[in-house]
């Protein structure tokens, strides 16, 4: 069974500094992979997604993620993050069912 | 459209109590999945419809939990009796048939509390 493993709880980062959120997957033939934001007191949205072809995928707000197949990771990243990107990000894979396996999220906080 | 909508947005109730959380997904989907978040244990898949049907009930708590698709446009989570550890922000989302990238829209989520 997929598994998502989103090493870090928090991640607390100064306003306009850049950012890496991890994700590490289990391995298999054909993976998809998701990152989700939740904002406050709000569901979650679509932040980007990879599906296949190129491993670096952009998604909304600046942020982008790269699939790395041999490490089975798809990290999050933004050059210079604002202190509206305070949420929660999740990393999600798909499996032969198309269902979401999620991971446990970590919350960006952002230091004025 | 105006997405996935979830009422009521706050809930608050004594224990014992039934509790009902109502959804209604966006038009023309036709999978619809129910959360539970937590501090605790975090994101939740409680249970999984497509075309009104239950596919995937495994994450249901116990047997206090049940969940219906009437219509293929509306879904009811109900807690019956309600107990203090069922606490926790419930979401709902849809998508399209589930293939490929398919994106799930959530909701704003119910806030429930149990005392």
């Known amino acids: 069974a997929q598994s998502v493993t989103q090493l870090d709880s928090q991640v607390p980062v100064f306003e306009e500094a850049p950012v890496e959120l991890r994700c590490n997957y289990s391995?298999?033939?054909?993976?998809?992979l998701f990152w989700y934001v939740q904002y406050p007191n709000q569901g979650l949205q679509l932040l980007l997604k990879?599906?296949?072809?190129s491993t670096l995928v952009k998604g909304i707000n600046g942020f982008e993620a790269e699939f790395n197949k041999s490490q089975t990771s798809f990290h999050l990243r933004k050059p210079s993050v604002h202190i509206s990107d305070t949420a929660e990000y999740f990393c999600?894979?798909?499996?032969?069912?198309?269902?979401?396996?999620w991971g446990a999220g970590t919350k960006l906080i952002i230091k004025p | 459209d105006a997405g996935v909508i979830q009422s009521p947005r706050h809930e608050v109730t004594e224990m014992g109590q039934e509790v009902t959380l109502r959804c209604k997904l966006i038009?023309?989907?036709?999978?619809l999945f129910w959360y539970r978040q937590t501090m605790m244990r975090g994101l939740e898949l409680l249970i999984y419809?497509?075309?009104?049907?239950?596919?995937?009930d495994s994450g249901m708590p116990e047997d206090r939990f049940s969940a219906k698709m009437p219509n293929a446009s509306f879904s009811t989570l109900k807690i019956q009796p309600s107990e203090p550890r069922d606490s926790a922000v419930y979401f709902c989302?849809?998508?399209?048939?589930?293939?490929?990238?398919?994106?799930?829209?959530f909701g704003q989520g119910t806030r429930l509390t149990v005392v």
């Open positions: 989302a849809s998508s399209l048939e589930p293939a490929v990238g398919t994106e799930a829209f």
């Open positions: 999600a894979v798909s499996d032969s069912n198309y269902q979401l396996i």
């Open positions: 990879y599906l296949s072809g």
């Open positions: 038009s023309g989907h036709n999978s």
């Open positions: 391995s298999s033939v054909s993976v998809y």
């Open positions: 419809f497509n075309n009104n049907v239950p596919i995937d």
